[in-house]
């Protein structure tokens, strides 16, 4: 299952190098043959465009790769044999406390998915430019670093509570 999962990556990778591969081959033909006397203006944006567009595939691989890199810390193994665990082990511990897999994911898909948003709202202001774009740029990001603080203040309440509520309910059993 292993192999699987990181043949699937492979070819991913690949199909991103290949789409760059693509994108510089397009480029090298627009500054080559294109017309940059007359239409100067349509072949920088077609070139911005196709290079955006590599940009936007590429961050979602990427983040998409973060997200599943993320998810397998829900993985825990127990090892109650004698000796070290076997090497193929996922972490061999126990959370402290349960953690809702609802909320942990919920929170993993805000924080990707506003990452993912900054990402194509970035290439998109690029490839617009524009007199007020960089200020533009500037308050995007400043607003992206306050909402990933609140979402991780939230996400450690959520989690504070859950351990409260399994604290409390461990205390009631003995």
């Not at 999962?5 to 500054?31: E, K």
Request: glycine share 10%.
């Amino acid at each position: 299952m292993a192999d699987s999962g990181r043949w699937v990556w492979l070819i991913i990778g690949l199909v991103v190098l290949v789409l760059l591969a693509a994108v510089g081959i397009a480029s090298c033909l627009l500054v080559f043959l294109g017309d940059w006397e007359d239409h100067s203006d349509a072949l920088w944006l077609a070139t911005k465009i196709i290079w955006g567009s590599w940009m936007v595939a590429a961050a979602g691989v990427l983040l998409t790769r973060v997200t599943v890199f993320g998810w397998s810390f829900r993985s825990y193994f127990r090892w109650d044999g004698e000796g070290e665990p076997p090497t193929r082990a996922p972490r061999p511990t126990k959370a402290i406390w349960y953690k809702s897999p609802a909320a942990s994911f919920g929170f993993t898909v805000a924080m990707v998915a506003l990452t993912g948003g900054v990402a194509i709202a970035m290439v998109t202001l690029w490839i617009i430019g524009g007199p007020v774009m960089w200020l533009v740029i500037k308050i995007i990001w400043g607003s992206w670093w306050v909402i990933m603080i609140a979402l991780v203040v939230a996400r450690v309440s959520v989690f504070g509570m859950h351990r409260r509520r399994a604290v409390e309910a461990a205390e009631n059993q003995t």
